[in-house]
């Protein structure tokens, strides 16, 4: 294993070069910028990975911030960072390059933030081979370097003069601020001004009949968490049935009503923490739940908090009704209450519109001689940030580099890959930047 970048160049040099027949000037410009910087981005994204950034490392993410800032600034974009103090956050870090033409306005997304904190012993860029190791190599350091490789090609060739693009780099997508309606208050307005988002999040790899396809993700299911609270009327454990099965056994009932009644296609639904006896508590964040009882004793009270992911918001209404409905259905005496969460991640419907984005970068994938890409199923990605803009424009997601095991220490990145995305970014929000909206 060696993290010395001149290997790493060898093996790149030795890998095919797409065809550019059908290509602008400008555009095989970009092939040859993205190229030509290769070890200029590598050395980039290694050093953003190496400073720690974990979410609850204010500091850390802010200094992120710093490093990837002036690399917006060079290209003549006006930078503000945005203080996220009051949602318990360090803040986001907006980058606007205002163009020369009225074409579509871009708005980019990515994240300056990952999931290892300052306790976690994943903290270092290592590469191996084509391959590198690191704290948000992919998820999502590796997607901001996309961009910047793309915006610098871009540059380059003459088409970012023209271009209004926006970049909105969040600080805590990895775990967003209380409530949202702060820590996305200002991606939400960025939205309602432009006329397409693109998510750098990771490319979506799934199994084709002959090995591992190269897919278009044109839809995010949403991400809400709900509370169910069970009281049942306590007594010694003698007497349980005859109408007294107490909280537990009522708890239980409904949570395999649910698994039972709730599916749906798209639909998902999780029990993530449960408990219950005597007593069952759970903290003011929601994520330890303390319970205490006797095995002689009916359990008194007992409580559930898990997940539902939807494609479309009719389908978590539905969703909703049927649990509200389940759970008016008492059959032993106890009283159950549910709760949904307000602070939740709307879904991305697939829409004609965000299909029509996946055909202009298919566009881009035959002119660069690049299989095209069909739809992913959206339940094989989780919940992002571009879902907050969902519903005022179009959307694209996945355009940061192919990667592995995010979110573990055995996350990697594959480095040729954040090369071959710069370059179908570069062309892609060209082409965009030069449509009439």
Do not use: C
Request: negative net charge; without cysteine; charged residues 25%.
């Amino acid at each position: 294993m060696t993290s010395r970048p001149s290997l790493l160049l060898l093996v790149l040099a030795l890998l095919p070069t797409p065809a550019v027949a059908a290509l602008s000037r400008a555009e095989q410009t970009m092939i040859r910028t993205v190229d030509a910087e290769q070890q200029r981005t590598t050395d980039f994204l290694a050093t953003i990975v190496n400073q720690n950034s974990g979410t609850m490392d204010l500091a850390g993410v802010e200094a992120v911030r710093r490093m990837v800032e002036p690399e917006f600034a060079a290209l003549g974009f006006k930078t503000e960072w945005i203080d996220m103090k009051e949602a318990g956050r360090a803040g986001h870090l907006v980058a606007r390059h205002t163009g020369a033409k009225r074409g579509k306005r871009l708005l980019l997304i990515a994240h300056l933030d990952t999931v290892f904190e300052l306790d976690s012993p994943f903290q270092r860029w290592q590469v191996e081979g084509a391959r590198a190791h690191g704290p948000g190599a992919g998820d999502d350091k590796g997607g901001i370097a996309v961009i910047v490789a793309a915006l610098r090609a871009m540059q380059a060739a003459g088409t970012l003069k023209n271009a209004n693009i926006t970049v909105f780099l969040t600080g805590d997508e990895e775990d967003a601020g209380p409530p949202l309606t702060v820590s996305r208050r200002d991606l939400v307005a960025e939205g309602r001004k432009a006329d397409a988002a693109l998510d750098f999040e990771d490319l979506a790899i799934d199994d084709g009949p002959n090995g591992p396809v190269e897919m278009g993700s044109i839809a995010r299911r949403s991400a809400g968490s709900w509370t169910l609270t069970v009281t049942g009327r306590s007594a010694h454990s003698a007497g349980v049935g005859a109408g007294n099965y107490g909280a537990i056994y009522e708890l239980a009932r409904i949570i395999d009503q649910f698994r039972r009644e709730l599916p749906e296609e798209r639909l998902t639904y999780n029990v993530g923490l449960i408990g219950g006896g005597q007593s069952a508590t759970l903290d003011a964040g929601r994520i330890r739940l303390e319970a205490t009882g006797k095995t002689n004793i009916i359990a008194a009270t007992a409580v559930a908090r898990g997940d539902l992911r939807a494609i479309s918001p009719e389908q978590i209404e539905r969703a909703h009704e049927k649990m509200r409905v389940i759970v008016a259905q008492s059959l032993t005496g106890a009283k159950a209450e549910i709760s949904f969460d307000e602070d939740s991640y709307p879904p991305m419907p697939p829409t004609e519109g965000n299909r029509a984005l996946l055909a202009r970068l298919n566009g881009v994938n035959r002119d660069m001689g690049l299989t095209e890409m069909g739809e992913l199923d959206p339940s094989k990605r989780g919940a992002g940030d571009i879902s907050f803009v969902a519903a005022d424009l179009d959307g694209l997601v996945g355009l940061g580099p192919s990667s592995d095991g995010s979110h573990t220490d055995k996350e990697v990145v594959d480095v040729p890959s954040i090369f071959k995305q710069a370059k179908r970014a570069a062309i892609l929000m060209s082409r965009l930047a030069n449509q009439r909206r």
